[in-house]
């Protein structure tokens, strides 16, 4: 899906929770980190909230929050992506299960492959 994305001219770039350490060989081992515009892992081990970093990595890199959309696999980034003015669509293959993200009455998808139906790639 990262690739399909790549090859249809969508910018990628990842906010996480994961110290920029851990991520960036998070990246490498699984072979991502040519994807990526850009990369903002947390200054630490104890992640906290990642949405100040999420408002600045929009104004940096001037993306329009109505034009950004948010994949994420837990609450906290549909919180992040508001906090900037963006869409968000969650995926149930992760930190948090389908039961848990439905619950809050978000788009929730079982598997990255649906993204395609959204983004009509």
Known sequence: ???????????QGVI???ESGRLKES????????Y?????????IDCGDKSERAVGVVEKYGFEPKDTLFIG????DYETAKRVGADCVLIA??????????SYGITVLDSAEELK?????
Do not use: C, P, T
């Open 1 to 11: 899906m990262i690739e399909a994305l790549s090859g249809s001219g969508y910018n």
């Open 16 to 18: 996480s929770g994961f």
């Open 27 to 34: 990246l490498k081992k699984f072979g991502l980190e040519g």
């Open 36 to 44: 990526f515009r850009f990369m903002s892992g947390s200054d630490d």
């Open 73 to 76: 696999d837990m609450y906290h």
């Open 93 to 102: 293959k992760g930190h948090q299960g389908a039961e848990v993200l439905r």
């Open 117 to 121: 139906s959204i983004l009509l790639i």
